[in-house]
């Protein structure tokens, strides 16, 4: 069965610098989404993107944060000045429609020291 | 959003049905009902979801109410690795799903 994936499985960064986050989308999906879950907390939405736009953004979502989708395969989201509370897990989602299942990659954990 | 309520936590035994209830009261008439789960260090998997009718799949069925505020996912025999948390969303014609703090299922051998 197809998978989202998503790469790293872990990242270790400082305090102030940039990360990117990758993942892999269902090849036949149109809608992606980011989600992250800090420890011990609910899965939190981030942002969906469909046709090459944000759809929907979150509070969460700020000006640090921002996805892409450069070569219509990968799809990314990048922390530009990490901070010590994006500590998180960071989930990957895709869908072929609206209102159908979404399929989660198993995640990143991002760890910001 | 319109909002779920459902039990913090519940116990099952092996091979006997689960029943896990939800409650959404303030449903609107285009929110799909979705059930998730989410194992230990994973990303959420999707379980079921339903509009008006009942529906039953591989791994599990999904009962709605009449008045479709309220709704019960029912896992039929339980296995230990059906521990994990459920989670039920409603999802209207938007791009994302709400997640709550779900019913943490413990399954006993």
């Known amino acids: 069965e197809p998978e989202v994936t998503q790469t790293p499985s872990h990242q270790v960064t400082q305090m102030g610098q940039e990360v990117i986050l990758r993942c892999v989308p269902i090849?036949?999906?149109?809608?992606f989404y980011w989600y992250r879950q800090i420890l011990g907390q609910k899965v939190e939405f981030l942002v969906s993107?469909?046709?090459?736009?944000?759809?929907?953004k979150s509070e969460i979502f700020d000006d640090q944060f921002s996805v892409e989708r450069p070569d219509g395969s990968n799809f990314t989201l990048k922390i530009r000045s990490t901070k010590l509370e994006d500590s998180a897990m960071y989930f990957c989602a895709s869908s072929d429609r609206v209102n159908s299942p979404l399929h989660f990659g198993n995640g990143t954990r991002l760890t910001v020291t | 959003d319109a909002k779920t309520t459902q039990p913090n936590s519940m116990e099952s035994n092996e091979e006997e049905p689960v029943h896990l209830p939800c409650n959404h009261s303030t449903i609107s008439g285009t929110d799909y009902i979705h059930w998730y789960l989410q194992l230990p260090s994973q990303g959420p998997e999707y379980v079921i979801h339903g509009l008006t009718s009942n529906v039953n799949n591989r791994m599990a069925s999904l009962a709605i109410a009449e008045d479709r505020k309220s709704s019960t996912l029912i896992l039929h025999r339980a296995t230990l690795r059906d521990a994990a948390v459920y989670y039920c969303?409603?999802?209207?014609?938007?791009?994302?799903?709400?997640f709550g703090a779900g019913t943490t299922v413990t399954v006993r051998a």
């Open positions: 090849s036949n999906h149109l809608y």
């Open positions: 993107f469909y046709n090459n736009e944000i759809s929907e």
């Open positions: 969303i409603l999802s209207g014609y938007d791009y994302k799903l709400s």
